[in-house]
């Protein structure tokens, strides 16, 4: 176990110590104490002066234990090659046979033939080296009284974190507050199942091994559910994973399939290759050639023939292609997902963020005593009127649409501030209307008491609130979300000011209407009020747009002439949902759309018979997605699959190509998946598909350039041995054509 350093700050302008605390000690102490050990403030965090303080103390909180073997070692150690070494002895031979033109010209070939194998393995080392740097990690610290969102490397000990669902511990944290927190440790303990976490001290007795911790939230685990805030105890080499992360270094990253069978390939014709040389020196000698030229033609024909350089030359190909992943805004996490790429034939996508912009805006009113309104402007601010019948509806002077824009306001966790959003687009667009209607002052008229949060799988929101200025008047709940969910809740609707029990009738017209927003494209959102969840007041619906991203189409025809299905997952209806699909081309008349209530009826078999027809999921949540994918890949598919929340996880590491969200993913998804969209753009899947496919064939033609010279030069020395003709190349021309192959040709290939 690691022991506590104590480290003394250097004399100057600070005399004071800061130690690093043991996870172990941090847990056994209240946290006030630890706090007071670190110096820290709990709320308002450190101040910037006293980080820079410290870091120049404690250092980054990243991990440096390379050591980096000097260059000229890395270039003495090319010359252990077994080939190369015949070549030297084949040298030293000829000067002492007093041949000094071939040992000068066998001399200059080996240095060029070191020195290109030696280029291709540092640019090989080197593009590995960028992309593990790729992904820096993140994280919200307070600092200086404000939440701030800043890369993990800046955190020094002392520090405030604050966790939230889906984030990587970024430090080994102290925690002091946790609200039904548990984190997933598996990285660090092996253990799989997500470890409950809370504030109060350890008994030293009771904390020895690191999954008995429950107040600490190591570096490099995930929280799984609830938030929490800690102060951080070790960083960098001082946590608790600097362990594991030295380990995980020492251990070589798996070959990739295709390094693998290049491997192979390599062994097997350098077999063959040996045993043709075999025969033409034996034959040349029995011809009775003279041994130590047959010697020096076998050791170059082998230098030539043999693709030593070959599985390096296929680690640079997919760096590099990788490297240019990045420049078109994908960040590939492993290098087999490369290849995997370039055969990929389904791309299952969300809906909101991917394929459409997640821009939000209300733009239709319905309210549940049958009055439509029309919604103008666009984007999260106040421009833009609402519009009934051709009069413009402001504040309270309509209390049927005012209503809507109430219950839509306080069931809410969005904000916006000059004109930008912080929180969920579909809530953003809840009180942009508001604003539009002079009502955004309508949030604080509220207590809010109790709160059902949003999930996909629930597809609705609600609220006990009570009136700030009339506290001693029963609670009342707002509720929003998905209209068949909505309505479930609802025994009342709401007619001119009055509240009439909800018939048939009713629901009728408002399943009617849902649908026919729907299916203009809309999200349609249903809104309720009342004293308790059964008994909620349905208020009427808005449809909100959420307009496709630019050029999606386009890939989208791309793609599926080039053979690659696309399938739309969404939580949406199916209305809206068909809707979208075909206007972005991925939904024709012989396609089917499923909802994720069909999914859970039918087995992967019964599935997999449907799947190949099927366009569009919807109603589908992230428990579907794992179905999904198993049944395209009993049909034989290469599924890749986006995701973005934390329940996305699983799918991600079901999928062929688990394909996480830069922008909105969590830690959680973005540690699960192969590939990171840095702006969720669909066509970023399209590019890296296109650049897969490009690299395979790259390497193809590379194998194919290889073998063509390598079989040309063994055939030519072969046949004119076998005739006894005089060899038609010597050692060194032999040589020289291999450095010239295996130069500018080879390499542009
Ligand atoms: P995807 O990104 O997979 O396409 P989605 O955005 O289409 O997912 P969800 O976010 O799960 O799907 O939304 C499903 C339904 O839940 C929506 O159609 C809407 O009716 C409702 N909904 C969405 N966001 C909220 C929210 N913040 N509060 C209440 N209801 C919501």
């Given amino acids: 176990m690691k022991v506590a350093r104590l480290q003394q700050i250097p004399d100057g302008d600070n005399e004071t110590m800061i130690p690093v605390l043991s996870s172990k000690k941090a847990s056994e102490l209240p946290v006030d104490e630890v706090a007071s050990i670190l110096q820290a403030n709990l709320q308002h965090g450190l101040k910037n002066c006293e980080v820079c303080h410290r870091r120049a103390f404690h250092g980054w909180n990243e991990f440096d234990i390379s050591e980096d073997e000097p260059l000229w070692k890395k270039y003495i150690s090319q010359f252990k090659n077994p080939l190369i070494m015949l070549l030297l002895a084949s040298a030293v031979i000829s000067v002492l046979m007093h041949q000094f033109d071939d040992a000068v010209s066998i001399t200059v070939a080996i240095v060029i033939v070191v020195t290109v194998a030696f280029v291709q393995e540092y640019r090989s080392e080197k593009s590995l080296e960028e992309l593990s740097k790729l992904v820096p990690p993140e994280c919200h610290c307070v600092r200086e009284g404000r939440v701030e969102h800043t890369l993990a490397r800046d955190l020094v000990p002392g520090d405030t974190v604050c966790l939230s669902v889906g984030d990587r511990v970024p430090a080994d944290l102290r925690l002091f507050e946790a609200v039904d ?71 070589e990253a798996p070959k990739t399939p295709l390094q693998k069978s290049m491997d192979l390939l390599g062994k097997q014709l350098s077999l063959y290759s040996f045993g043709i040389i075999g025969i033409i020196m034996l034959v040349g000698w029995l011809q009775g050639k003279h041994i130590l030229d047959m010697f020096t033609i076998g050791v170059s024909l082998a230098v030539a023939a043999i693709p030593e350089g070959l599985p390096i030359v296929v680690t640079v190909t997919l760096a590099l292609g990788v490297m240019r992943m990045v420049k078109k805004r994908a960040i590939v996490k492993k290098l087999p997902i490369v290849e995997t790429l370039g055969c990929c034939n389904v791309i299952c996508s969300d809906k909101t963020g991917t394929l459409t912009k997640n821009e939000m805006t209300v733009t239709h009113i319905f309210t549940s005593d049958g009055q439509r309104a029309e919604v103008t402007g666009v984007g999260y601010n106040r421009f833009g009127e609402v519009i009934l019948d051709g009069d413009v509806i402001h504040g309270y002077n309509n209390p ?67 009136h700030r200025t009339q506290q001693d008047k029963p609670e009342v709940c ?51 009020s009342g004293p308790e969840l059964g008994q909620l007041t349905f208020l009427g619906l808005v449809g909100i747009i959420d307009p496709p991203r630019t050029g999606i189409k386009e890939a ?28 972005l081309g991925l939904y024709s008349k012989n396609s089917q759309a499923i909802s994720g209530e069909e999914i859970d009826d039918l087995d992967i078999q019964q599935l997999s018979q449907i799947t190949p027809k099927v366009a569009v999921f919807y109603r589908a949540s992230p428990r579907h997605k794992l179905k999904i994918i198993k049944s395209l890949q009993n049909n034989g598919a290469v599924v890749a699959m986006t995701g973005d929340g934390v329940n996305d996880a699983v799918a991600l590491k079901a999928a062929d190509i688990g394909v996480a969200m830069g922008q909105t993913g969590t830690d959680v998804c973005k540690e699960a998946a192969d590939m990171i969209l840095v702006d969720d753009d669909f066509q970023t899947i399209m590019s890296a598909i296109e650049e897969g496919k490009g690299i395979y064939n790259n390497i193809k033609n590379f194998v194919r350039f290889q073998l063509s010279t390598s079989i040309a030069a063994l055939t030519l020395i072969s046949l004119a041995t076998l005739m006894n003709f005089p060899n038609p190349l010597n050692a060194m021309q032999i040589l020289w054509i291999n450095i010239i192959m295996d130069g500018p040709p080879a390499q542009s290939i």
């Fill in 181 to 251: 927190l548990s984190i997933d440790e598996s990285s660090l303990t092996g253990e799989t199942a997500p470890c409950a976490k809370s504030t109060a001290p350890q008994p030293a007795a009771t904390n020895g091994d690191l999954t008995s911790r429950s107040n600490i939230a190591f570096m490099g685990t995930l929280v799984r559910c609830g938030k929490a805030k800690g102060i951080v105890i070790g960083t960098g080499e001082n946590s608790e994973f600097g362990e594991v992360f030295k380990m995980m270094q020492a251990e």
């Fill in 400 to 466: 049927s649409i005012s209503k809507i824009v109430e219950a839509g306001c306080v069931c809410n966790d969005a904000l916006i501030r000059n004109n930008t959003l912080m929180g969920k687009p579909t809530e953003g667009a809840l009180i942009a209307l508001a604003m539009k209607m002079g009502l955004d002052g309508l949030q604080e008229d509220y207590i809010r008491k109790a709160e059902y949060p949003f999930s996909s799988e629930q597809k609705w929101m609600a609220v006990k609130c009570v």
């Fill in 478 to 528: 707002f509720m929003k979300g998905a209209y068949e969910q909505v309505i479930r809740y609802c025994t009342s609707y709401s007619c001119k000011g009055q509240i009439l029990p909800l018939i048939q009738q009713q629901r009728e017209q408002y399943q009617q209407e849902k649908t026919s927003m729907g299916s203009a494209g809309l999200r349609v959102l249903a809104l309720a």
């Fill in 556 to 583: 989208v025809t791309t793609l599926i002439t080039s053979g690659v299905a696309i399938k739309m997952i969404t939580g949406d209806s199916q209305e809206t949902a068909v809707a979208i699909a075909s206007r």
